[in-house]
């Protein structure tokens, strides 16, 4: 899929507070070798140097448009590199591995999280945080407008299903190899300004694909019954702001 860095940066502010919620609580006080699996624009290169300033950081992702954005504004402060995370493997074990709003575009998370893991450091962390709004307005408005009318049958294969697993997986699935786990879940309730900011917010991340997918023809249509939808989910309040809430998953896993 591709990705627009300007329109995913127009909430960049709303963006940013989950990830710096889940550095916040990471327990290392120094870490050498840190990665930002599917890093995007460079999100969170700043404030990664600011907490680990002796860190080599390494930022994975496998959209070129993200990528350039990153290296365009933070050549210097670390190494960007095009790779899928899925197939991605480090060359030296990382301290930490930090992933914000990214693991949930990935499938199979048993695999993947054990994978993940096993390439951290003893006393290493795997810090993780992912959108779970499978079940919220949102999302289910944009299934069920992809299910029916003209589109139905060319947006079936991107209709994922939840990658997003319930707490005690993620528990089960990481406790092998670790030596303590903190998962929390929060929601968000972002005040939101402008026309339709819903349907605009999920336009440059869940949507894109259906976006894309659909072509000129059907775009405008879509978009227009989706935004029927999501306005009644979410109301514009008289002073014209919309609250959007979103829910996430965090975890905060140290290596035995
Ligand atoms: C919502 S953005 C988050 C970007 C950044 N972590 C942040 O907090 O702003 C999701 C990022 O994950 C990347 N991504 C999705 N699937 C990926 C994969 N399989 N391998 C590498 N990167 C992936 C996308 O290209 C995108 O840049």
Redesign the pocket.
């Known amino acids: ?1 591709r ?1 627009s860095p300007d329109h ?1 940066l127009k909430y ?1 502010d709303h ?2 507070r989950p ?1 710096l919620d889940l550095l916040a609580r990471i327990p290392l006080d120094q870490a050498e070798q840190v990665v ?6 460079g ?2 290169v700043e404030a990664l140097l600011q907490a680990f300033p002796t860190a080599e950081l390494t930022g ?4 070129e448009e ?1 990528l350039a954005r990153a290296q365009e504004n933070f050549a210097n402060q670390a190494t960007w590199q095009n ?4 197939l ?1 493997t480090p060359k030296t074990p990382p301290d930490l591995i930090f ?4 693991l949930h ?2 499938d199979d998370h048993e695999a993947l999280f054990s994978r993940l893991f096993g390439f951290v450091t003893s006393g290493g962390v795997l810090a993780v945080q992912m959108p779970n709004q499978f079940d919220q307005p949102s999302h289910v408005a944009m299934r069920e407008v992809a299910g029916v009318g003209p589109w139905a049958e060319a947006l079936k294969p991107f209709l994922r299903p939840a990658a997003v697993a319930k707490p005690e997986d993620y528990y089960a699935w990481l406790k092998p190899q670790a030596k303590s786990i903190d998962l929390w879940k929060t929601e968000y309730v972002h005040e939101l300004k402008g026309d339709d900011p819903a349907l605009d917010w999920i336009s440059s ?1 869940a949507l894109n694909p259906l976006l894309e997918a659909l072509g000129e023809n059907h775009r405008e249509d879509f978009r227009t019954a989706l935004a029927q939808k999501l306005k009644k989910a979410y109301p514009k309040h008289q002073n014209g702001t919309t609250l959007f809430p979103f829910k996430r998953l965090f975890m905060v896993a140290v290596k035995a």
């Open positions: 899929m990705w995913y960049a963006r940013l990830a930002d699996l599917g890093c995007g624009p999100t969170m994975i992702d496998n959209s993200m790779a899928d995370v899925a991605w992933s914000n709003a990214a575009w990935l991340t």
